[in-house]
């Protein structure tokens, strides 16, 4: 009987040893079942997200191609105003800016060379030629003035 004894015993230990394995692996599948939920529903979750990605990407498409029509419409209309502008008399800054410095240049020019002219008064060319640089000078400088009002 001990032998018989002895086989209960160890049937008892291992069915034990087994339940706790059994109650292990129950509890395991319990925790993975749990963070299956958890990923479904992140999955579900994402594939929303997806969606809505989906029709803001289009809207976005949307958006763009109208801004686009309107940049092509502003771009035209710009011309048709610059074509305006130069009917008009209306100048660029750029413009403005040539002439400043042109007048600017022709100013300095003049008052470098009127101690020369009063030193050499018998040069007649040389008193006529700043003459006239000066009468330019005084008509560029009214243009000047005209371009700044626009």
């Given at each position: ?11 008892i230990i291992?069915?034990?040893?087994h ?5 292990s692996?129950?509890?395991d599948i ?8 958890q990923?479904k ?8 997200i ?5 029709y ?9 191609a109208?801004?686009k029509k309107e ?5 035209k209309e ?27 240049d022709?100013?300095?020019t ?19 030629s700043?003459?006239?640089?000066i ?5 560029l400088?009214a243009i000047?003035?005209?371009?700044k009002?626009?």
């Open positions: 009987m001990s032998r018989l004894a002895n086989n209960i015993k160890d049937t291992l069915h034990t040893k339940q706790k394995l059994i109650a692996l129950d509890k319990q925790l993975y079942q749990i963070e299956l939920e990923l529903k992140a999955n579900a979750e994402m594939a929303n997806e969606k809505q990605h989906k803001m990407n289009g809207e976005l498409h949307k958006e763009v109208k801004l940049n092509e419409y502003l771009k710009n011309d048709i105003i610059r074509e305006g502008n130069d009917y008009l008399g209306v100048y660029s800054q750029e413009l403005i800016d040539e002439v400043k410095k042109l007048n600017d022709m100013t300095e003049i008052k470098v060379a009127e101690p020369l002219v009063k030193k050499n008064n018998r040069n007649i060319m040389f008193m006529t700043i003459q006239g640089l009468r330019y000078n005084t008509r400088n000047f003035n005209k371009l009002k626009n």
